[in-house]
């Protein structure tokens, strides 16, 4: 059976609407964009922009690349994430993939496989990479050699040495 709705959670005094996506044999295949919160509990391949909370649920499994606020995994995830908030990897949590975060949580018994990439890291690598080189002055190499023997002859022509005066 699949089931798709809308839940309310409450959370520190807020309201906040929850698409949950369950169901044993749902399967979800291509891109997906929610303006607020996710919870899934079936399997989801593709892509996901979500602008609140990723919840994978221990039943559901996500093999995509994801762009959140902030991501639980009590299930399975495999693919690259980026997260602005915080990541939490639950105590039967599986993941696979790297992630993209200044902040994780890895509970006992939570696995992770992959490294984790700071954000702040990840920033400084970019305006590392836009601020142009300094261009390199190029050294133009002067033939002095001939110019030092032409001051030579002319050095020594200039002079009269008189070998019989007395002195």
């Keep these: 059976m699949n089931n798709s709705s809308l839940k309310e959670s409450e959370s520190k005094g807020e309201s906040k609407n929850i698409l949950a996506i369950t169901g044993k044999q749902a399967k979800i295949n291509g891109r997906i964009e929610v303006g607020e919160s996710i919870e899934i509990n079936c399997d989801v391949v593709g892509e996901l922009k979500v602008d609140g909370k990723l919840i994978i649920q221990k039943d559901g499994y996500v093999n995509a690349e994801v762009n959140t606020q902030d991501a639980k995994i009590c299930g399975r995830y495999e693919?690259?994430?980026?997260?602005?908030?915080?990541?939490?990897?639950?105590?039967?949590?599986?993941?696979?993939?790297?992630?993209?975060?200044?902040?994780?949580?890895?509970?006992?018994?939570?696995?992770?496989?992959?490294?984790?990439?700071?954000?702040?890291?990840?920033?400084?690598?970019?305006?590392?990479?836009s601020v142009p080189k300094p261009k390199k002055k190029k050294v133009v190499e002067k033939k002095v050699v001939e110019k030092e023997k032409e001051e030579k002859l002319t050095t020594t022509d200039d002079f009269k040495f008189d070998y019989g005066a007395k002195v």
């Design 79 to 129: 693919g690259n994430m980026k997260v602005k908030g915080k990541v939490e990897i639950a105590k039967k949590g599986r993941v696979k993939g790297d992630i993209t975060t200044d902040s994780i949580i890895i509970n006992e018994g939570g696995v992770f496989s992959g490294k984790v990439i700071r954000i702040s890291e990840e920033k400084e690598k970019k305006r590392k990479k």
